[in-house]
């Protein structure tokens, strides 16, 4: 990833950790606890793809893990935002961009679902009961409920962070910012680099007085085609 992506993941996360810490963990919501963290590693990965999305989920995760009040092993959130990061990813486009909301909110609700679920899997495999105690229905519902709640106000404002970056032409990327520039100078001077742009216009008008010259000769030898033929006829 390059150094503009990971400051800007590692602020979101940030940030996203602290509210999720300090705000909603205190809502003491029915069932699960709506999840900031997971919506942000989604928001990232939707845009970044699969390899950016499996790197910020797993250090968001790590994050997670070590900050308090976590009570359970480190590396257990780390390997379900992992997971989870690398295959939302997987459902970037081509195009860098979806055409609708429709994936991004499927994609959350798959999130929320199966963080649940892996969370619940590996921690049985720890032998950490406590998602069977409180019930895993329950929890699976309650979640996928809060985080669709919240998606609509943190996904789409997350994607458009790390779109702004990647189209920033300071960014030094030589994809983005190329056709901006490009675009300007046209705007501005009708050039492109190299000059490309004038030595078009002069050929342009090179070829008009040709072919105003080529007509005019044309039109001289028809005259004196016809000159020549009314003499003969005489």
């Not at 985080?147 to 300071?170: G, H």
């Not at 105003?212 to 003499?231: D, E, M, Q, Y």
Request: aromatic content about 4%; charged content about 15%; some cysteine.
């Amino acid at each position: 990833m390059r150094v503009s992506r990971t400051l800007l993941a590692a602020i979101l996360v940030t940030v996203a950790l602290m509210l999720q810490v300090t705000v909603l963990a205190r809502l003491h919501l029915p069932g699960a606890t709506p999840d900031l963290l997971l919506l942000t590693v989604l928001g990232l990965a939707l845009v970044y793809g699969h390899v950016g999305g499996c790197m910020v989920g797993f250090f968001a995760g790590l994050l997670a893990d070590l900050a308090p009040p976590a009570d359970h092993a480190v590396g257990r959130y780390a390997l379900v935002l992992c997971v989870i990061g690398y295959a939302a990813g997987l459902t970037r486009p081509e195009t860098g961009q979806h055409r609708s909301a429709t994936v991004p909110m499927l994609v959350v609700a798959a999130g929320a679902a199966s963080s649940t679920l892996l969370y619940a899997g590996v921690g049985a495999l720890v032998g950490d009961s406590a998602a069977r105690d409180v019930g895993l229905g329950s929890l699976l519902l309650t979640a996928t409920i809060y985080d669709l709640l919240l998606a609509p106000f943190t996904v789409p404002l997350v994607m458009a962070m790390a779109r702004r970056l990647e189209s920033d032409p300071l960014s030094g990327d030589g994809t983005s910012g190329g056709g901006g520039g490009d675009a300007a100078v046209s705007w501005l001077g009708g050039a492109g680099p190299r000059g490309r742009g004038p030595r078009r216009v002069r050929y342009g008008k090179a070829a008009r007085l040709g072919g105003t010259r080529s007509t005019l000769l044309s039109r001289s030898a028809r005259n004196r085609a016809g000159r020549i033929k009314g003499v003969k006829r005489l």
